[in-house]
Every structure is written in C-alpha cells, then in structure tokens.
DNA sequence: CTGAAAGCGCTTACAG
DNA sequence: CTGAAAGCGCTTACAG
C-alpha cells in the first residue's frame, strides 16, 4: 500500500550498499521497529504473523540485530576478555580455543588481549574497559592492583592455572605439587634415592609451586636433591641434562618442571648412550601430546584440561549473573600418566 | 564552586558504582560533553587547558571511553573477526596470539570464532555480523557463497593458509607443492628411487596440494611411488608406517604431509629396528619445533609463519581501509631444513 | 577552541 | 500483542 515515496521520509534507509536495521526491516514487513526488536528477544511476545512477517523482511534484507548497538543498551556485551601472555608454553594456545567452545554455547565471545614483557598490563586493562567485556579469564601475571581493579570495576575475573595464593580471587588451577609429590612418591617405590630437579623459571608461580611438591616430598623421604634453575624450554632441559652428565656423578632421577624439559632430558640423556630408564629415570608434568609419542612414553602428571576449561567458564558465567558471589579457587589433581620414562 | 546540588539535574551521574561516562568527566571538569569527547580524539584540536582539566577529571573516575558507543557511530568496531577450525594442528593455535599481537599495534582486536563439524559456518558468519567486526581472517572452510555474503557485507576478507585458486579472495599461504619438489629433488639427488607418501586428510586442500607436489615431482623423475591416506595425526603416521614395515619391501623414503607424520614415522620405523636415514629417508612438511629437537632432527620445509601472519595482517588493514582494493594472492615459499632424517 | 544538538541502532517501560 | 518515545554513550558537523 505505501507508496515509494522519496527521501523526504526521516526513516527512509539508505538503500543502497548500507547495511539493514531494524527501521528497514520494519518498513519492509509493514510493522513497527519496536515489533522487530521483539522478534529477535527470545521470550518476546509476538503474534505469529508479525513474527513471520518480520523473518521474511529480515531474510530479505539479509538483517542481523547489531550486537553494538544491543550493548549499549543492555549493558551485556556478551564478550569475554581472554588475558593471556606472549611466549606460552606448548598446551596454552589450544586453551583459547578451546574456552572460546564452551563459552559459544552461552552465546558469549572472547576478545583476546596478548600481555608481553613490555607491554604494560595498566594499558591492556585501559583496553578491556573500553570494551565493556561481561568478564575476563585471565592466564597472565595480574598485580593485586590490577585484581582490585576489575573489582572496582564490577567486573569478574577468573585465573586460569596461575596462583593466586594471597588474594581473594577466583582461579582455576591444577594441583602442581600434589602431582609431583606423586611423582615422587612412586620414584622413590622404586628405588630412586639421588633426585636432580630440573625447575621451571623463577617468575612462574606454577613453576614455583612444583618446585615445592619436588622439594617437600624429597625431604619427607630424608633423600639427598639438587635444584637446576630452568625456564620450561627445550634448550634448557638440554643445558642442564648435559652439566649433570658432565659432573662427577649421575641422579637416580631427573625430575623436570614441564614435560619438554623432560622430553630434552630424555634426548640429551640418549644422546650420552644413557638408557631412560634403565641407568636415569626421567618424569615430566602436564600431559602433552609428544610426551605419549612413542619414542618418549613419559612418565608425567597430566592436567585434566577439559575440566579446568569447564570449571573456569562455568564459574565466570555465575559471576557474570551475580557479581557478588564470592571467589572462589578450584584446584583439580593430575592424573598420573604411567609413562615408560620412570 | 558548584554546589553538591540534588538529582534534579538530569546530568547528574549515578555516581554510585556505575562506570563514569564522558558526561560525568565533563560536569567534573567543568566543560562540555564534546570537549570530552575530543580529549579522545587524536587529532582533535583542543586547547592545553582544556585538555588538562579533562585528563585531570578522568583519571579521578577512571573513566575509559565505551568503545562499544563509539563503535556505533563511528562505524569501526576495530574488531577483527578470526574464525579457526575445532580441531587445530600443531601449529595453529600459536597463529592467533601472534596475530593479535599484530594487530594490537593499531588498536584493533581479535573476536575468536571456531567452527566445528557440526556447527554451521552459517551461524558464525550471523554472529559475525552481530559483532560489526572490521574484518575477517580466516583459517577454516569456507562455500564460495559464504565469500560471496562478506563480500556483499563489504567486509574485508582474508584467508590465512587456505587454498581457495578458484575464488577471487584474498589469500596468504605457503608453496606447499613448491617445498615438497625441494625435499623429493634433494632425496633424488641422494639416490632415493622409491617412495612412500603419507598423505594427509583428503578434505584438506593444503594436504592435496602437499600431494600433488609429491606426485608430479616424483613423475618428473619418472620414479616410483604409492600414496597411502593419513590424516595429519601421529596415529595415522603410525598406523600407514606399520603397514609398509609389515609389507614386502621397504621404500628409499618417505615422503609425510607434515611433521607430526614424519615424526610418527621416524618413531616407526625405529621401533622395527630400522635406522633413519640409513635404512630408509624421511622428510615433512612445516617446521614445527617438536621436529628440531634431538630425537628427531626433522628434514622438512618450514614455513614462514612471521612473513605470513605479517602479509595477512597488512593485506587485511588495507583492504579495511579500502574495501575497492583487488583481492590478492601471496604464497611464500618454504624454507628448507637441512635435518638429519634425509 | 568550544558547546548545543542530532543521531548511530538498538531495548524497554509505558499506554493502548 | 503492538507502537511511540526515551535513552544507552558516544562522534561530528555546525555555529559561534
């Protein structure tokens, strides 16, 4: 019925090239924009007509609701925050994706945010407010200023697989050194007596808190240990494998702080004509896929990453729903994988 | 000077726990709402004064524009869509970090978008829409149509490792035939005569064209060869090795879509007491990290993620910044590495 | 250099 | 069930 009537209208759309809003696709289904709104809010009373009408002109004109503008609006951007470091160890990237699936049954998105030694988290945050993220999972060092922060802010945070001992924060983590008491623990079943525990970098708190389970139970056992400082790295399991070869004399067992490691002990340690574990028993800690390869079979503690996803998801979108829900910290036990290493 | 006046004025802000706005920082500071609003803005041309007494206000309500606001007008989300497949090789997820670092130097970030088998590339491109990104990278399956909706769109698109040579898209890859005619040219030239090839997934157009520059090479040298169907993963390299080990004679080499492959390959073969690469060659194909370490010393082809992660950024703020601008091709080629399995 | 005003594309009481 | 209207927090001509 209406006629094409020119410009003069201030609800005519720009036709061409521009993208369709609701006012073009209520024009086209001859309802009200308020009535094309309600369409696409699940729970909205629409009669069938309208609703079929407004599918058909939506279909039409290609129109998708602007998420952008819906969050002005609402104040829900349903977008997450992803926190996480430059140089990740070898099981951290897959993290990402594998949250962005979880939280994508929710509907909700993960804007990713990558922290580097010289890029100040103080800025990276400046970013995350602007963007009105509904909460952030960080997997990244925060200063309990930076935790304060988001509190300030309203606006959940939970840590993934970092420690967070002193502040009251919800984390997400794996047992670090329950795993490697375990570890231990069966070396010592086994007869070992002289341990080389090769570490992980001094900034990890991970790395820091394996080192503890190491040391602790060793102790506990009244067993004679030695610490090298590493940093998670293939070379560094190398350089401290062969110092330890070069020495006057050779541990029952090497226990290293990440698989890799223990993986370059294992190379570093064949490559002296040294059989794994018949004269050196190595064990790891994460669980990655190349320490099942065959020529390693590694002996390790593995982190149950689907849980810890989980876990981590599910408790942001309690927070998220109610902010006031104190943290909370979620510590899941390895599973000890009976590699061939030990 | 101003009195703490009550909420008669409609610009008081709540100033209880709601993030502050650009008018909360301009009643504070004493100036307008677009004085503000300027202060923002690079470029803007505001006096030294001004723009003190606003920074000053700021920072007291930590006040942070809504990017989501000005999105809505601006039209510029400065959000880059990246949409990866579930399942990931090695290599990939390490891709969107180093992307996002990328693109962090010019402000834009990363909405993470994984597709499935299951869910429908339909619905993410919906969600795509919602999001009002700027852009999109790709490293997934896409129809020619779903090029086609972008297109329509007017949204910039970019394909990161994807084979698409009969679509007008844009693409940044690596010569995949190219570098595997290098590795069949340099065990050529060591004698090799016969061959094995471990392909990879046949829905995967990298692995065909990994195949494809294997047989036409091996042909060129009117040689021998067969193809045996993996699919990228370790097991299959595995299981298509045992069953050449388990058959009647053994090939001069082995010729691995990629790394994983060939590293399963090596594992194999070594463990049916075959030497590597006295008794039989191997090589790969990507460069991963895995395949450098000392058990292995992967012969391959790596690929040169950084040129490539910068040649899509760049191609895709290009064409951000003028959507007229052709699509383009860019294949770099591969760079040998000299391993010890070859 | 500055402020008043319009408008981006939605959601949501409100009245019918 | 439906429509008119206000408003989310910005940017940007426009006039001064």
Known sequence: MEKNSGNNNKLVPQVSSKRATSYDVARLAGVSQSAVSRCFKTGASVSVKTREKVRKAADELGYQPNAIARGLITRRSNI???????????????????????????????LLFTVGPQSDMTVVLDQIWQYQVDGIIASAPFSEAEIQRCAKRGIPLVFYNRICNDSA????????????K???????????????VLSGPDDSAVARERLRGATEQIELHRLSMSVLGGDYTYESGVRLTQQVIDGSSLPDAFVCANDVMAIACIDTLRGADLAVPEDVKV??????????????????????????????VSMLLERIEDIT??????????????GASA
Chains 1, 2 share one sequence.
């Open 182 to 196: 375990i570890l231990i623990d069966r070396l010592v079943r086994d007869g070992a007596k002289r341990f080389v």
């Open 325 to 338: 829900l104190p943290a909370e910290k979620r510590l899941f036990a390895g599973k000890y994988i009976d």
């Open 80 to 110: 997450v925050a992803v926190v996480i470091t430059e140089f990740t160890t070898l099981n951290y990237p897959e993290m990402t994706s594998r949250l962005n699936e979880h939280l994508a049954k929710h509907d909700i998105h993960i």
């Open 283 to 312: 064990v790891g800690f994460d669980g990655i896929t190349v320490g099942q390869w065959h020529a390693y079979q590694l002996t390790t503690i593995e982190q149950p990453l689907d849980r810890m996803i989980e876990a981590t």
């Open 169 to 180: 924060v919800s984390t997400v983590g794996c047992d670090h050194a329950e795993g490697v």
